[in-house]
């Protein structure tokens, strides 16, 4: 059975108004073993993650915790395919946390590509970097 929750972290609340990081996109913890038929929960938390706050500041990433998702299969690669286009669907997309190599591995072969935390965006090359052009290459 899945299980959807929102990480959260227990400790002494500091007195005064709280400090909030608006940057640090909301997590949405996934943990299996799963089934075909246990897609809608998740579906659901992540739209109400995307819906309560999940676009201010954070560009509208939402963080999926899949380490608890256990051994990968075509159970797991359906309900990341709903996840995204759920979040597509809401204005956001998702950014997995914590994939197994078998999970990546599983996800490249059925042609699926997904933002994976820790990794850099594929965009365009930091300002201030110029490719060095040596005397005599051909234009392209």
């Known amino acids: 059975m899945i299980r959807a929750a929102l990480l959260a972290m227990s400790y002494a609340h500091p007195r005064g108004l709280p400090v909030v990081d608006a940057m640090t996109p909301p997590v949405l913890v996934l943990s299996g073993p799963l089934t075909r038929d246990e897609v809608n929960g998740p579906c659901d938390a992540l739209r109400t993650l995307l819906d309560s706050g999940g676009r201010r ?51 490249d072969l059925v042609g699926l590509r997904f933002e994976m935390e820790g990794q850099p965006e594929q965009r365009e090359p930091p300002l201030g970097v110029q490719e060095a052009v040596e005397p005599g290459d051909p234009a392209v």
């Open 57 to 107: 500041g954070t560009g509208g990433v939402v963080v999926c915790d899949v380490g608890g998702l256990g051994p990968p299969g075509l159970a797991a690669v359906n309900l990341l395919a709903r996840l995204q286009l759920t979040a597509r669907r809401a204005g956001g997309r998702i950014r997995l946390r914590d994939p197994s190599p078998a999970l990546c591995a599983l996800l």
